[in-house]
DNA sequence: ATTGCATCATAAATCGGTTTAGTATGAGTA
DNA sequence: TACTCATACTAAACCGATTTATGATGCAAT
């Protein structure tokens, strides 16, 4: 129940003033020409009582708030989970804090976030963006906001990024079940115009298309709700059983994806191929083993906090960075050539 | 860049004082009597500037934040990852924005994110324990702060908390493995004096006890580092080969363990039965499919903000509630009964 | 004795709200 | 007329910090 203590607290005991106390705790004090001895009575006195300044009446006051705000589209995807940790980590060890949040991709309810962040004084905004937020987002660059934006960037907006070569990526992968012998390769993915889906969907077309082959893509709306997912997943596999191989294009259509496969009593790679966009262990521990797109989690991360934290460093030129990074392919039983495609 | 809006500059605008403008914003002008035509008049121009109340000021002076602290072990780990989703939307529904934060079961890291949020005013604290942390916790409390845990307790403080029957959980799934006919059944798990850990071992040992049969306990220390897992683990495996069922006490360490296992090249369940604590799409995509004990995660997250709310209620009469949920154990190929261990 | 100049410290304004304790006005009443 | 009372609104204090502008003191130089 005790009170927490105040600067006049602290000021009080002392029968200093508190713009002292102030000038001392934020290592002003020889700028201020405070006397060495009566540093050290206020820093011991401070240690003794243990007060902490309410940063929330500092924040107020500065305009500055040491936090983060780090948006992705959902918290419980792995592949947004383990870039989260790691930015939290890198930010921790740089005084900063982070707040996460989770748009599911909802145009409103990232608005609203955007809001919250904004009148927490935030000072950086990580974000992961769904479509239609441009307006927003060139709101806050207008007033100066750090921003920077990862696995997907906004087409109109100039901002600092870091994405992986989704076109390349998937050009690769598709290649690679080309050469495997496949013929009838379908991306299933989730419909939507992000920067990223669409460039992962150009990557395979043209891969396609050098092989001469035709592309056969379905696009299922985003939910998180997995039995709307899974349903349409299912109704276009019983429909096109020509198919002998699937990209998926993230992670989490990956994992239903499979789970469609097992339920439809379908053998991979022998009576389907697969591989996916993203790499966890669902892929590895699988039988047999996925193919998976692995994009550089660790780099990733780092690129994306050390661009904020530079665009936060008051003293750097302010530049703007577009980061693209490529992803590694790494190949399993699920996609390789199997007596079937052989004989063929 | 044009400035934000503040309440002096809607008093202003309107030639009235900020004071009124705040009750009115805050739902008091029929209490203190403000005419309905003044009422109109503010609330059409904060609509038509778009202000936004700075919710550091009002923080600052009311001492609410309408924010809820949540520390999860580990944000990137399925488990908790789903279960803050969870809170997260149901405390958004009910105007709460949450701050999440991973502990990583380091008591001096999570010794400062309890300082942290403390000074960010946080309304209330939900916390997955790590041990060491009770003298903070007390203080919390001392002070009258709402503090809600799960997935563990701590011993000797009176908090509300929502856990699951790991006693029981485990007993089951050990009872199950002895009834398949398994004789040699070990459990590994992290080494913790964490409540959910000690119930699940002790589950586990009351279950061989009662089936006259031998623990083989292997504990393993938490680490992020996947590699310091698997070694102990493989080293375990390939020292005792008599094994012939295994049982995993989280999700993690299943899936470290499913791992080694591939390594080693051993079959399951032939070789060796596998059932996890925990239940998530490795273990539901695993070939064979992994037993696994589910927790009822959205049952969990529903307890857990439901018992915050109602703290944060000024309302409510103040009681702790302290909520155990029974698990799931879900059956799979992995722990079912196979022709050797028939024939034994 | 006065001025100039360090040196050490502080009073008061400020950030943007909420809340307490009033005030001004007019109607009703003894 | 003077007193109460309800109505409609407000000045000023406050939350806890930072920052700006301003003393007070002592000493050396004029």
New binding site residues.
Partial sequence: MSK?V???DIANTL??????V??I??GRAQE????EE?VERVQKLVKEVGY???SL??S???GKSNIIGLMVEDISNPFFASIARLIENRAYENGYRIIYCSTDNDTERTRELISMFRDRHVDGYIISPPEGIEEDVKELLGSGQPVVMFDRYLQDIDTDHVIVDNAFSMYNATQHLVQQGYRNIALITFSSAQSQMMDRVTGYKNALKDAKLKPLLKEIDFNRNEALITEPLMAFLKKNTGIDAILFGTDHIGTCGLKVIRQLGLKVPEDVAVVSFDDYDVFKLHSPPVSAIAQPIEALADHVISLMLKKLDANATPTTQKITLSTNLNIRESSLQHSKAVAE
């Fill in positions: 927490k105040s600067i006049v029968n200093i003033s508190k713009t002292t102030s000038f705790l934020n201020k020409r405070i006397s009566l902490k300044p309410n009446a500092k107020l006051r500065t």
